[in-house]
């Protein structure tokens, strides 16, 4: 009778597992990959984000799961013979942002993809966001309303700012409008409003900061917008130190702008985004057909500001917008 009782405590014990519920066969732990356009250094705390979510979900990297990581190191270009050499290694699950779920997405229709930011609909990598269709789900973080947003709130924290500079990349959609192409048109419908002119500054490789840079100067902008994008966020920490040695106020993306030394940041709570990631994979591991499981919209945005760098720049944030930052660096 114990050894009965042994067996049926193992024989529960494997049903509850994350890799007997995932279906691998033969014991195989799963693998996963990262695929992203930036770099894997600059998308640490994502990753990190992921993987807490994942251990609280079972998963441990290295014991139960491993992974392979391609980071295209803002060389877009890199990311399709990335994403073949994925789909050659046979991995589970594909994670990755907006490009990199494009790249894996031409590169196969099987192997399920989970997209942790972008626009899936405009890029085409879904049918809807309530029907995915296909092998693509995971999480929307575009909001075309962020552009307007983020000028605002720059406008109200520097009133006299009345000519803005607009760092966005000029990446071609194979499948409809850029993400950077809408947030810059809403910034231009909200700039008329607020009496800002805008000197949009386009960024297709590493060779276009200086010149973008030296423009800047040129025209005297008096502030700066960094729309959020794998080159922009792969060189966050040379764009903060331009904006911070020229003396301008300067709007970004995302909080990791700001940890980088940028001035303040409005925008989707990208680590949330990644961590829901993990979710999905959990449920696809288990047996969950992407094409069944809706994709999620954001639901955290948070407004960061950086009062070390607002000092160093003689500046003074408004106590209005100080009270509603979701966090203030000192």
Do not use: C
């Amino acid at each position: 009778m114990r050894l009965i009782g042994l067996a049926v405590v193992l024989i529960v014990s494997l049903a509850l597992s994350p890799l007997a519920a995932g279906g691998q066969q033969g014991g195989k732990p799963p693998r996963i990959a990262f695929l992203a356009g930036g770099a894997r250094a600059a998308d640490a705390l994502l990753i990190e984000t992921f993987w807490r979510r994942m251990k609280e979900l079972g998963y441990v990297e290295g014991k139960n799961i491993s992974a392979e990581y391609r980071f295209a190191e803002g060389a877009p270009e890199r990311l399709q013979s990335f994403a073949a050499e994925l789909v050659r290694l046979k991995v589970d699950v594909i994670v990755a942002p907006g490009s990199g779920a494009v790249a894996a997405k031409k590169a196969t229709d099987t192997i399920p993809i989970v997209v942790t930011y972008g626009d899936p609909v405009g890029t085409g990598l879904v049918t809807s966001l309530p029907h995915p269709g296909g092998n693509v789900t995971g999480l929307s973080g575009f909001i075309s309303e962020l552009g307007g947003k983020q000028l605002e709130l720059l406008k109200e924290a520097f009133p006299k700012v009345s000519r803005v500079a607009v760092l966005w990349w000029n990446r071609p959609n194979p499948s409809g409008i850029g993400q950077d192409v809408l947030l810059l048109g809403d910034m231009k419908v909200g700039a008329r409003a607020l009496q800002v002119i805008l000197q949009p500054l386009e960024l297709r490789a590493l060779d276009d900061f200086d010149p973008a840079f030296a423009a800047i100067k040129a025209e005297r902008s008096h502030a700066l917008v960094v729309l959020r994008n794998p080159l922009t966020t792969t060189y966050r920490t040379r764009i903060a130190d331009f904006a911070t040695k020229s003396r301008l106020p300067a709007m970004y993306g995302d909080r990791e702008f700001v940890n980088a030394g940028g001035l303040m940041s409005y925008g989707v709570d990208i680590a949330d985004l990644w961590g829901r990631a993990a979710y999905f994979v959990d449920k696809i591991l288990k047996g969950a057909k992407p094409a069944e499981l809706p994709v999620e919209q954001p639901t955290k945005f948070e407004l960061v500001i950086n009062l070390k760098t607002a000092k160093a720049l003689g500046l003074t944030i408004p106590q209005s917008l100080l009270l509603r930052a979701d966090q203030v660096i000192e």
